[in-house]
Nanobody
Framework: QVQLVESGGGSVQPGGSLRLSCAAS????????MGWYRQAPGKQRELVAT???????NYADSVKGRFIISRDNAKNTLYMQMNALKPEDTAVYYC????????????WGQGTQVTVSS
């Protein structure tokens, strides 16, 4: 049973920082591509950042230079350091794990709320 559990969300003022974590109960975590996605009220879920099993990263233009995605394969944990937060970063943030084998396997966490407001 694969389980992804996000933590680290909360309320912060504009310009502040948060660090999200995603603890994965998953076999051979290191073989999975991982990503952070977010969904704001009334909007579709969107990609924020991804990191492949080999460590290559990709970011949405809106967060480049402010967010940093990383992973610790020894701890089966995905992270995202979020700096210089803006009100438009307010959303529920989700962790996703994916791996292409004989078919594509994808797993999602339950999400963690991030609110940026003065």
């Amino acid at each position: 049973q694969v389980q992804l559990v996000e933590s680290g969300g909360g309320s912060v003022q504009p310009g502040g920082s948060l660090r999200l974590s995603c603890a994965a109960s998953i076999n051979i975590f290191s073989l999975y591509d991982m990503g952070w996605y977010r969904q704001a009220p009334g909007k579709q879920r969107e990609l924020v950042a991804t990191i492949t099993s080999r460590g290559s990263t990709n970011y949405a233009d809106s967060v480049k230079g402010r967010f940093i995605i990383s992973r610790d394969n020894a701890k089966n944990t995905l992270y995202m350091q979020m700096n210089a937060l803006k009100p438009e970063d307010t959303a529920v943030y989700y962790c996703k794990a994916s791996r292409q084998m004989f078919k594509l396997f994808e797993y999602w966490g339950q999400g963690t709320q991030v609110t940026v407001s003065s």
